[in-house]
């Protein structure tokens, strides 16, 4: 074959099936544009009739990504590749990749049970998993948390499914539960006053379903536990907290209450019948025949000998009882 008969195949493919490659990929590409901008419309269209957010945006992402699968299918039937043998192929690769992807199917699953059972939407705060976040979007596979300093946590759907989920956001009101710890010889009475009045101060606390609670709820080794409960609306939670924990502690200072550190009080007692000396300081160890050697019990403390009687002094008392 001549250089001028391959260019002549060329030109030949060039004309019959180059053209429909090249209106092929033109169409491929302006039917992906439409699918997207199809979809964006469609989802603000639902989110203008406030259906829920978390199935709104993952059905929309299921739908464009189906589509465009659908797309390329067809695209490969308009330049003359026989999708049959295509799909067989498919078939038999996808059941190796069903095989060693158990865990991504697992996330799949994993996912559908979080849209259809709906434990949090987006905008939820929630704690899985040892983390705590805002939801950002819920997809097939993972699920995006926004934690509060801004890290971007990507959770599987199958351990999400399958752990215990915490959600802060599920209701519009939260109890908040805060412990102040007073001294023994405060007035406790005072102190609950004092918490009374800083949490009406901060405009932020509910009567309903209570209203504020202060009372005493344990007696310490070194102090007397207050407890403090106060309704809150979900979205203030956090600043009432905040704004309490500087205020009570700025007015227990102001009025003398202190907040006690634990501590032990350690006494040293000495044994029954140790000699009374008037210098606390020293001691006495009595010389005797048993205990040859005198060991001071602390090396820094002066040890005081008494000598027992020798013999001589011994001899003396008994020749005076004899005489008598």
């Not at 209570?210 to 979900?234: C, Q």
Request: net charge positive; hydrophobic share 45%; aromatic share 6%.
């Amino acid at each position: 074959m001549t250089f001028t008969d391959v260019l002549n195949n060329i030109w030949n493919w060039i004309i019959t099936e180059g053209i429909k490659v090249v209106i092929g990929i033109i169409v491929f590409l302006i039917l992906c544009k439409v699918i997207n901008w199809v979809c964006r419309k469609i989802e603000k269209s639902l989110l203008k009739k406030h259906v829920d957010v978390t199935i709104t945006k993952s059905a929309i992402s299921f739908t464009r990504k189906a589509l465009k699968v659908l797309l390329f299918i067809s695209f490969l039937t308009l330049i003359g590749i026989e999708t049959s043998s295509i799909s067989a192929a498919i078939a038999s690769i996808g059941l190796a990749i069903g095989l060693s992807l158990q865990g991504s199917l697992s996330n799949f699953a994993g996912g559908v049970i979080i849209l259809c059972v709906r434990p949090f939407r987006i905008g939820d705060t929630i704690t899985c998993n040892g983390e705590t976040g805002t939801v950002e979007r819920i997809e097939l596979f993972y699920t995006y948390i926004v934690t509060g300093d801004n890290r971007v946590v990507m959770m599987p759907n199958a351990d999400v499914a399958n752990s215990k989920i915490t959600n802060a956001s599920a209701k519009e009101t939260r109890r908040l539960d805060m412990t102040f710890s007073i001294a023994y010889d405060n007035d406790h009475n005072t102190a609950r006053d004092i918490i009374l009045r800083e949490i009406e101060s901060t405009n932020l606390a509910l009567n309903e379903p209570d209203a504020p609670f202060v009372n005493i709820v344990a007696h310490n080794a070194s102090s007397v536990d207050l407890e403090m409960r106060v309704w809150v609306k979900t979205e203030n939670y956090q600043k009432l907290k905040w704004i309490l924990l500087e205020k009570i502690k700025e007015a227990f200072d102001e009025n003398g209450i202190s907040i006690p550190f634990q501590q032990v009080d350690v006494h040293i007692t000495e044994p029954v019948g140790t000699p009374k000396y008037k210098d606390k300081r020293a001691l006495v160890v009595k010389q005797e025949s048993e205990l040859p050697v005198i060991k001071p019990m602390q090396s820094n403390i002066p040890v005081v000998v008494e000598p027992t009687d020798n013999a001589s002094q011994v001899k003396k008392r008994r020749g005076k009882k004899r005489k008598q």
